[in-house]
């Protein structure tokens, strides 16, 4: 039946008890060496992963705050734009509004010039008639002197009708 050999038992134990040790120095220590690179490495990523999330976070909120600043600098250079044109367009209309009241100031000053020139003439016209007509009516010339004082009394009868 069952012999139980204490020579062979305690050859057994010792062979394993040495194959343990030389698993143990040669195979498992190097393996857990390896496990726990493995572990730090993985744990060295980790905390990467960690510190570039942090920093997309924070590399995103500095680009809303940057757009945000750029659309408040573009909002207000629009309105600065805006009050700008308002400002030339009211600068434009006075300037032309000033041009036309000149122009008619000028218009108007020519036509009184004019009615002033036509009148003169008009009025030497008329002596020259009224005292050709006299002379006609009178039938006697009329000399220069008497003439001159004649159209200037008529030119101020004249110019008191008007």
């Known amino acids: 039946m069952l012999k139980l050999e204490?020579?062979?038992?305690?050859?057994?134990?010792v062979a394993f008890l040495v194959l343990m040790g030389l698993l143990i120095r040669f195979a498992?220590?190097?393996?857990?060496?390896?496990?726990?690179?493995?572990?730090?490495?993985?744990d060295e990523?980790?905390?990467?992963a960690e510190k570039n999330?942090?920093?997309a976070e924070r590399l995103v909120?500095?680009?809303?705050?940057?757009l945000e600043k750029a659309r408040k600098e573009a909002r207000e250079l629009l309105e600065r734009a805006k009050v700008q044109k308002e400002r030339e367009a009211e600068a434009i209309i006075k300037e032309a509004q000033e041009r036309a009241e000149r122009m008619i100031q000028e218009a108007t000053n020519e036509i009184?010039?004019?009615k002033e020139k036509a009148l003169a003439e008009l009025r030497d016209q008329v002596g020259q008639l009224a005292v050709?007509?006299?002379?006609?009516?009178?039938?006697?010339?009329?000399?220069?002197?008497q003439q001159s004082k004649l159209v200037?009394?008529?030119l101020q009868q004249v110019g008191e009708l008007q």
């Open 152 to 154: 200037d009394r008529y």
């Open 61 to 66: 909120a500095e680009q809303r705050e940057a």
């Open 53 to 55: 999330r942090a920093e």
């Open 45 to 48: 990523q980790i905390d990467t």
């Open 132 to 145: 050709l007509l006299a002379s006609k009516v009178m039938e006697k010339e009329i000399d220069a002197k």
């Open 28 to 42: 498992l220590r190097p393996i857990m060496g390896v496990m726990e690179k493995r572990q730090a490495y993985i």
């Open 112 to 114: 009184a010039r004019e």
């Open 6 to 13: 204490l020579g062979t038992m305690l050859f057994q134990l």
